[in-house]
């Protein structure tokens, strides 16, 4: 039984996932957000003492009193080390933003009272070194004290350092192996003598210049220093490092969801002899050379750009653009009498509904004559669909039409067999007319509506149907009597417009021969 528990635990240990591994507050000697202070926010009272005055500013977010500036001619912050800086294992985070492409300290470490070359133990942080471009991290290490050298290492990234861009840069040192990330990216991993570091030298360390014979002052802001008293892992310096640096590039005017015909503005900050090259879906946005980008349409949106060389990408922005619901409603009758039911139903699916009776469902049930219409929301694209009116459906006459007289009112000679459609609508004015239309004694429409869009009836005539009688039925007298509507159709490439009467007492007839 015990070794079934050992070995579950054994399992558990070797499977946990990898963020076990991670804890930001282990050996962590100095914690330094900038939040409206320099304090240390550790626990370690390790608090920055100003000098020559550097002042809070924005961070990488645009957030106001979250990051420091300095301002290139001497401002910088002091921390006295107690001896927490002075171990012989340690990593530095640290985010940074510079206007200058001059050689400038981010961190420095050493007895600043000594003059160059003397200053025993010692650690640099630097960006423009001009024989080595880029990030910089020297580390001069010792045995016993802190005047002593035993060896040192010296690691850079090789590249180039933009004006104007956030960066984040992680040092780790093991005492085996000297690291230098960039970015989240490991840009050097050098093999270092078995030397003790920074062990025993317990002197101040700055932020933002080195010592007073080779100032190197930093000119930009700095935000988000940690100092461990060992080496991060992997898990660790990925979490750290996360590249939103990229995101602060681009400001986002508006929401990058939004309806159809709406508009987002991308935009990055305005810089001289700089190209903006703006990518769509991965393809060039050729005409769009300016720092922002209106768009319209959905996909997936960058920004790259060139500075004299140093080029950036900004992070990928996707955007989505909603359609608007379709305002078509609809319906299976415009007519109701007493104890009907008449069904409305918005067209489109998968919506949100709100009708003017209040009710929220996609299908109205009618029972009463009115003018009802309907909003209809698309994840937040809301559009209101015509009125439909739903009128008193009027007594069927009393007459039926089967005894009714048959008057012929019209003939028409046809010399093909193509197919006539026949378009009956109100004649001048809408007052409640309902036909019904027969073709050969067929019933083609069964009391409709007459309106001013067409009721449409389609003729087709051929050999063996070489006649076909349109019968046109009164339902109703409307509220003018009588019954009159107007067919418009095409016969033989000329339009033939015929005025139709029809009453309780007579069936109007049309007869359409073929030649």
């Keep these: 039984m015990k070794s079934i528990i050992l070995f579950i635990v054994l399992l558990f240990f070797f499977l946990k996932p990898s963020y076990a591994q991670i804890n930001l507050k282990s050996g962590l000697v100095a914690y330094y957000p900038f939040n409206g202070n320099a304090n240390d926010e550790s626990g ?159 002197k101040e360390v700055r932020i933002g210049n080195w010592w007073k014979l080779d100032m190197q002052n930093f000119n930009g802001k700095i935000d988000d220093i940690r100092w461990y008293n060992r080496a991060l892992n992997n898990d660790e310096i990925a979490k750290l490092s996360t590249a939103d640096f990229e995101e602060s590039a ?6 990058t969801t939004f309806c159809e015909g709406d508009s987002v503005v991308l935009e990055a900050p305005k810089a001289n002899n700089t190209d903006y090259n703006w990518y769509h879906n991965n393809t060039a946005v050729e005409k769009e050379k300016s720092n922002f980008l209106v768009v319209k349409k959905p996909g997936a949106y960058q920004l790259k750009t ?57 299908q109205l049930l009618v029972q009463t004559p009115g003018d009802y219409f309907v909003k209809i929301d698309n994840k937040g694209c809301a559009v209101q669909s015509d009125t439909i009116t739903i009128k008193q459906k009027a007594d069927i006459l009393p007459v039926p039409f089967t005894k009714r007289n048959n008057e012929l009112i019209k003939s028409f000679e046809v010399t093909d067999t193509a197919l006539i459609v026949l378009n009956f609508h109100d004649y001048r004015q809408e007052d409640g007319d309902i036909i019904s239309v027969y073709v050969n004694e067929v019933e083609i429409l069964k009391e409709q509506l007459l309106s001013k869009k067409p009721l449409q009836v389609p003729v087709k005539l051929s050999s063996k149907t070489p006649v076909a009688e349109v019968k046109i039925v009164a339902e109703n007298l409307g509220r003018i009597p009588p019954n009159t509507a107007m067919m418009e159709t095409v016969i033989n490439g000329k339009k033939q417009v015929v005025q139709i009467v029809s009453s309780g007492q007579k069936n109007a007839i049309i007869r359409i021969k073929l030649k």
């Design 44 to 202: 370690n009272n390790n608090h920055c003492e100003p000098v020559n005055n550097p002042v809070l500013t924005t961070d990488r977010y645009n957030v106001p009193n979250a990051a420091y500036s300095f301002n290139g001619k001497g401002s910088h912050f002091r921390i006295k080390d107690k001896g927490d800086f002075s171990s012989p294992r340690f990593s530095i985070v640290l985010w940074f933003y510079t206007q200058s492409k001059e050689l400038q300290s981010l961190v420095g470490k050493r007895d600043f009272a000594k003059s160059a070359g003397t200053g025993g133990s010692q650690y640099q942080m630097f960006i423009n070194y001009a024989p080595y471009p880029g990030v910089g991290s020297n580390v001069v290490g010792n045995n016993s004290t802190c005047n002593s050298i035993t060896s040192s290492s010296y690691i850079n990234t090789r590249d180039q350092i933009c004006n104007a861009s956030w960066y984040c840069v992680i040092v780790t040192y093991d005492g085996k192996r000297h690291k230098l990330f960039l970015n989240g990216e490991l840009k050097r991993d050098e093999k270092t003598a078995d030397f003790n570091s920074l062990l025993q030298c317990d």
């Design 250 to 255: 681009l400001k986002i005017k508006g929401n």
């Design 306 to 362: 060139n500075s004299k060389g140093c080029k950036q990408n900004s992070k990928i922005i996707p955007v989505t653009v909603i359609k608007y619901p379709s305002r078509e409603v609809m319906f299976s009758s415009t007519l109701i009498k007493k104890g009907d039911t008449v069904i409305l139903k918005a067209k489109e699916d998968n919506a949100t509904y709100l009708w003017n009776d209040k009710s929220t469902q996609q």
